[in-house]
């Protein structure tokens, strides 16, 4: 990434002082700690851990910290000490289907074994602003819905916790429904895009990491095309479910999986049209989305791009810019676009002088040519009769 850092050594140094100024803030007022932003703002922890492809909420929530709340600058920030880490293991692929259920819903069948657990989203509510968050009493607006009692609202956890919660989509599975996907002869490992650059022809796996780590907004943007006709997508949410996964590694001296830890991830399968031919049954297709924390949005957008990405390998023609994968993939990454685009806060004199140059040279140009035409239109008018230069004089 370009980081503007030419100029003055004291002007860079008193720039640093600003920057800690305008971070700090007010200094009457409370400084906002690690754990304040890791447990009240966990929606831009999950994001940041996302996009810069590590998962540690002490991290996340100090690179939001330092970035005064510039959630791609944090990004920028938790990438760069990624590279500082050595790679010990590699661990097992997620089993999500084993997943410690936060929240599970599906679109696509009303009752699914399980249930419906609507978990805590802002799906449901009004988007009106609550004036009673602006109070440090922290009350309750009077007439806000009420909520469980402590006990009763652990005991409703508990219990969808406990449940068996099959994925939605092996109901399809089972039936030959949908597009099989099974696991590549020899189970070949994944490439890695943080330590191989991108290459194309791109690969799923490449592709789907790219678009984890890719900038939210682009991704959401480019899956809203899809919907409003860009691309040959008619989606239905399958199963989007968040919650937590037990992550496995094989360390070499013990030759089998042991667990390491849980982490927070949202999964989502979209459920997309049907596809067939004279020599195979129509099926629905599939698109796939993982992230770190809780982030549907996310979640969602990487399940649209991923199906639009597939089209080739689907047989269909590549005519919208979802569908286009070098397109995508390379404009996707915010780290390397707003690297590019702040680059152009370096000096740029000796560039733009060369243009000013060349444009007053080229003004020159025109306003010389203009004159020779004036002059040359001139000279070409007839003479005047001798009784018109009479009677004028």
Same mark, same amino acid.
């Given at each position: 990434?370009?980081?503007? +850092?030419?100029?003055? *050594?004291? %002007?860079? *140094?008193? &720039?640093?002082?600003?920057l800690a100024r305008a971070r700090r803030g007010d200094t009457a007022l409370p400084e906002l700690s690690i754990a304040q932003i890791r447990e009240q703002m966990p929606l831009a922890v999950a994001r940041v851990m996302t996009e810069g492809s590590l998962y540690d909420r002490d991290l996340a929530a100090l690179a939001i910290k330092q970035a005064s709340g510039d959630l791609l600058e944090a990004v920028f920030l938790l990438r760069a000490y990624r590279t500082t880490l050595p790679r010990l293991l590699s661990t097992l692929p997620l089993d999500t289907s084993k997943m410690t259920i936060e929240r599970r819903i599906s679109s696509t069948f009303k009752d699914v074994p399980g249930g419906q657990v609507l978990g805590a989203t802002y799906?449901?509510?009004?988007? =009106?602003?609550?004036?009673?968050?602006?109070?440090?009493?922290?009350?309750?607006?009077?007439?806000?819905?009420?909520?469980?009692?402590?006990?009763a609202a652990a005991a409703v956890r508990e219990d969808s916790?406990?449940? +068996?919660?099959?994925? +939605?989509?092996?109901?399809?599975?089972?039936?030959?429904?949908?597009?099989? *996907?099974?696991?590549?002869e020899g189970d070949p490992a994944p490439g890695d895009l943080?330590?191989?650059? =991108?290459?194309?022809?791109?690969?799923?796996?490449?592709?789907?990491?790219?678009?984890?780590?890719?900038d939210e907004g682009f991704v959401l943007a480019m899956a809203y095309s899809t919907q409003r006709g860009y691309a040959n997508t008619h989606p239905f949410a399958g199963e989007i479910r968040h919650g937590k996964v037990a992550v496995e590694v094989v360390p070499e001296e013990l030759g089998f999986a042991i667990e390491i830890g849980d982490i927070d991830i949202t999964e989502c399968q979209m459920v997309n049209q049907f596809s067939g031919s004279h020599t195979e049954a129509a099926c629905f297709t599939r698109g796939y989305g993982l992230t770190f924390g809780y982030n549907e949005r996310k979640a969602m957008a990487m399940?649209?791009?991923?199906? &639009?990405?597939?089209?080739?390998?689907?047989?269909?023609?590549?005519?919208a810019p979802a569908q286009m994968a070098e397109f995508?993939?390379?404009?996707?990454?915010? +780290?390397?676009? &707003?690297?590019?685009?702040?680059?152009?806060?370096?000096?740029?004199?000796?560039?733009?002088?060369?243009?000013?140059? =060349?444009?007053?040279?080229?003004?020159?140009?025109?306003?010389?040519?203009?004159?020779?035409? *004036? &002059?040359?239109?001139? %000279?070409?008018?007839?003479e005047a009769p001798a009784s018109d230069r009479q009677k004028a004089a």
């Open positions: 990434m370009y980081v503007a +850092v030419k100029g003055g *050594e004291r %002007a860079i *140094e008193e &720039s640093y002082l600003a799906d449901y509510t009004q988007r =009106l602003l609550d004036f009673s968050l602006a109070a440090e009493s922290g009350l309750q607006v009077a007439d806000a819905p009420q909520q469980p009692a402590p006990a916790r406990s449940r +068996v919660m099959p994925r +939605v989509l092996d109901f399809l599975n089972r039936e030959g429904l949908i597009q099989q *996907e099974p696991v590549p943080t330590r191989e650059p =991108l290459a194309f022809p791109a690969q799923r796996d490449i592709r789907l990491q790219n678009l984890a780590r890719a399940g649209l791009m991923d199906r &639009s990405l597939r089209c080739e390998e689907l047989g269909e023609e590549a005519v995508v993939l390379y404009h996707s990454d915010n +780290v390397e676009a &707003s690297g590019f685009l702040q680059h152009l806060k370096l000096p740029h004199y000796v560039d733009f002088q060369s243009e000013l140059n =060349l444009v007053r040279a080229l003004r020159r140009q025109t306003a010389e040519a203009a004159g020779a035409a *004036e &002059s040359a239109a001139e %000279a070409q008018l007839p």
